[in-house]
């Protein structure tokens, strides 16, 4: 308490550093950042606790942006206690290759925790965090090593509010009782087409009261700080729910457009800018200017966390000795190391062994490998029996008051929220001592698409287990069955999307899902048995594509992946049988890795000369890549029994050898 | 009020129809339509109005399972009152090419107003067939004659509870006030993956209250018909909000399992249907028993539904006679025809008419065409001045209590709810009176990639304005600029992806759009100013790709989309100026409508013996179809003025014509 002169300097600096920015780009948001000046400045100096020079400490308090377009109230603030952005990049704010895109981003910035700006994202990442912070405090605090305790707080706006995936992970939270997440929701009134009041009339804080999280209002947010500060311990003090504070504020405070939407996503014209200036005490003739007091007290704060930390690692060092091997497997996940040897225990697979869904068989890899990598944390968005996501033992992730699990479990009930757990996800990564992994019906990842791409932006490693991946499904007919969607995430970028044909296909995705430390996962399962194949071995899969049957002089390749691929060698023993004709089989388990192969490689599995076919039941798009003709699925699919269903569209070795041999025969004379 | 033996019986009749059709399937879920029998009874029989006879009837009351995995239960009703729904079709339950797939189709089935099962979406659909019920009233409903006054009815699940598009929709549904809106919340407390207490604890009426509905909760939802049926009557006498009723119910009522997840998705065993049909005094050895009283009761309900139905034509020809321009615009409507002409309003530009984004020449068309095309209801997900979505004297849909808009409005300010703006779309569509246009940035139709799937399956007519549709947005940043969309949509059946590159084009997409009654249409539009091409027409666009510059011996085709096709025309220049070379420039604003161009045609487009190169700001993927050579982004953007980041990804005409000598370059010899 007790706010001065130097407070109201800082909260100022804020919000000329926001204007000169977003006037120097030419574009960008100045009003949350000038609105939300106040409580950033308290928020930071009072309650959280965090070193600019080691952003990766993991028991600092965590900040999520929701509102990401704000990003110059982030930007303005890492500055100001010594983060690694200068005044340099400020002024580069929104230009090519800077720190300081238009959104933040949290893999080329640091202090930035997740990447936020599509609304809604930061809000659900915010709420992973909260778990990883409770989960990871409960496996490794101990009596006198009160080791992971951080608060995670997160800005959000209208946006936010309004968008489903923050009503899925607001309620998940207030279902799991996350203490240490306190959510500060900017009430501003104003969003891109205005007054709220034209679409956004609901009680926000009722709404939060019903999914069982302590609300509060703070009525003065352009200038209560004292009241801020009380909103916040009191949140702090409340343990055994998520916390909002509805702080109403003025967008764009101090403009002269303050309050209505001219401030919301347009740079100030610049004789409001001097007016803003002016207003605050500054010169308004001069740009980028911070006070040196305003540093030096952003620096004195900046330290006292630096020696946080420092106090930190000693008691860590002390932990290490006293409890050597919890010690030892924090340190390990500290480094971003796996166990050691963990790989081994992936499941292998002989010709021999019975055909199995590759839903069982990715339930396998996660009952032999669970102990072995103890920060997999799985879960499944209502579908546990369906995804077989659930290891036997499993603990639930829950808290502990419900009966029905503990903090310490390693399986997460994410409820039939599918963009909310993805969301989720992306924040238990971000946090940095689990590895999530989540399941939904491949057909419903396109639900949480919005937070899939910002997986694979992010660099965050977490893995979407599909199940259900086709037509093969069955009787759930087309609303269920995925027609575009391997075509949708193999079109993203740094995402590697698996479609395994059998178990050691299975354990290879696992393997490279894994340890791509910087590259998410969407394993597509299926629900019908796969027979093991003749030459599917690990070595060969984690290659992305191989040959599963070689054949000299072959007429012709076919190229497919996961239930496919058996179906392409049976039709490769029918074309050999009634036509005399030799067909090679490859199997393709992920483009994006395929196609990171050497060309040579390529080249031997795709030879030129002959001609080929892709088979996979679903669209065609993207197969012209890798075949010269495609039987694939470009129409929805139907309700029956899957073997039926297969029938009905041709999915039958003699449908794939006749158009097999269509295709051997077009391609006779190009030879 | 007054319920009896009979209605017991009928009860009783749908649940063990139910029970048959998923043993006989050996899949599907019983246990909701076993728990939901009672309020499906008293809700069709005490309060809907219909005509079995002629589903299409306008000013029929709607029914939506949201849990369409309950759909035996809506076929079951279906057939009882007389629907095309055979015995036969209740026993070819979940089998190929059958009209009672695993979950309800509206294009296939008669009775079913929208296509659910995806949980969340039926929710959201309701939202919307209420807000075309509001605003076609509004419109044509006249003193004396209240010829648009229908209820819609909704059935939502917990599953559906969680979803994000449901919580989007039900606080849009709040704040417009939609009183003739009634759901029915299966309050069961099961989920699939058991107890929805691992999950789901919030309180949900106190949530919806929030949202500002109307709020009541009939406990014993099993047995207290009269409950229900004063429930309902209370939510219709509400008339300024929206109505939720809480129904507490036994999942699988009857069944030795009832109240467990065990009949959630899972038929009965044997013994167990046995069971049940001896507690409700059918005979246990008897399959698919409907009783005559039930079908007589049934079918009484139906007749005075005709009856109604002749009613209201008869006060619709007199409204015809009174209203005589109103009375023949709602006939047209029910017509499905388009109103007579208004294509000639479409824009059409000359080379020399001024560059301009494509989202303003969408605007411009809307501009034009709104008063022509009077069933047009556009509408942003917050992103008005961005989208251009509105035309200049547009009023908003609004309750007129709020004193900013109308119900007859035709501009819907669906605020940040990307999804729940899809799903109200494909529930305005369904309504039969509208054509819904929706914009949002390009990148966050991916947001409402659940609800788009199901306007394709659904055969909607909804149109996707898609602005922002590329890096060429800028300074927003790679968060905010799509690389995998249009591959996404691409690669979705019945879907028109339409990317023009100038006015004409621009035109020619909205004229396929409004035209093609049952494909819905993604219009992916730029932020940046476009030049107008020199062959462009609205007649070669129509085709989906057309040539855009044309030369004789050329030595290469440019085959691109959108802002990237006048990039190619310069080149093209480029090419011949600097290096002596012919390149053709061939636009494909739409795969979808040029793959199903004869043949020849598109080997004019696509000669063979030229080489070919894609050029297009994103992922290549798919674009192997029409080029040798691939030009794209298969990386995520930057953030920065867009002329910066399109010459950082050297998509510049120098940066086109080098990798066009290098295409040139590689299949010399093959020539």
Known sequence: MGYGDLDQLAI????????????????????????MAPIAHVLFNKFMT???????WVNRDRFVLSNGHGCMLQYAVLHLFGYRI???DLKDFRHVDSITPGHPESHDTDGIEVTTGPLGQGFANAVGLAI???????????????????????FFGDGCAMEGIASEAASTAG??????????????????????????TEDVLKRFE???????????????????????????????????????????????????????????KEDDCKQVKKKFGFNPEESFVVPKEVYDAYHKHAAEGAAAEEEWNQLFSKYKEEHKDLGAELQRRLDGKLPEGWEKKLPVYKPTDGAQASRKLSEKVLEEIHEAVPELLSGSADLTGSNNTRWKNAIDFQPPSLGIGEWSGRYLRYGVREH???????????????????????????????????????????????THDSIGLGEDGPTHQPIETLAHFRALPNMMVWRPADGNETSAAYYMAITSKQTPSILALTRQNLPQLENSTIEKAIKGGYVAVEA??????????????????????????????????VSIPCFEVFDAQPKEYRLQCLPDGIPSMSVEVMSTLGWERYSHEQFGLNRFGASGAYKDVYKKFDFVPEGIARRAMATIDFYKDAK
């Open 552 to 585: 000299e002089k072959a007429n012709i390749t076919l190229v497919s992946t996961g239930s496919e691929v058996s179906l392409c060698v049976e039709a490769a023993k029918y074309l050999k049988d009634k036509h005399d004709v030799t067909a090679r089989v």
């Open 50 to 56: 965090f070193n600019p020079k080691n952003p990766n």
């Open 12 to 35: 100022n600096t804020i919000r000329t550093l926001a204007v000169d920015a977003t006037f120097k780009a030419n574009s960008g948001h100045p009003g949350a950042p000038m609105g």
């Open 175 to 200: 279902h799991l009782q996350l203490g240490n997440l306190i959510m500060i929701y900017d009430d501003n009134h104003i969003s891109i087409d205005g007054d709220t009041k034209c679409a956004f």
């Open 86 to 88: 200068s005044m340099d």
């Open 132 to 154: 990883a912070q409770a989960h990871t405090g409960a496996v490794f605090n101990k009596p006198g090593y009160d080791l992971i305790n951080n608060y995670t707080y997160c």
């Open 420 to 466: 909310g757990m993805a969301g989720i996800m992306n924040g238990i990564s971000a946090y940095g001592t689990l590895i999530p992994a989540g399941g939904t019906f491949l057909n419903f990842v396109s639900y949480a698409a919005g937070s899939v791409r910002l997986s694979a932006l992010s660099h965050a490693r977490v893995i979407y287990i599909a």
């Open 210 to 268: 019903a999914y069982g999280w302590h609300t509060q209002w703070v009525k003065e947010g352009d200038t209560d700080l004292e009241g801020m500060e009380a909103a916040i311990k009191k949140a702090q003090e409340v343990k055994d729910k998520p916390s909002v504070i509805k702080l109403t504020t003025t967008i764009g405070f101090g403009s002269k457009l303050q309050g209505t939407g001219g401030v919301h996503g347009n740079p100030l």
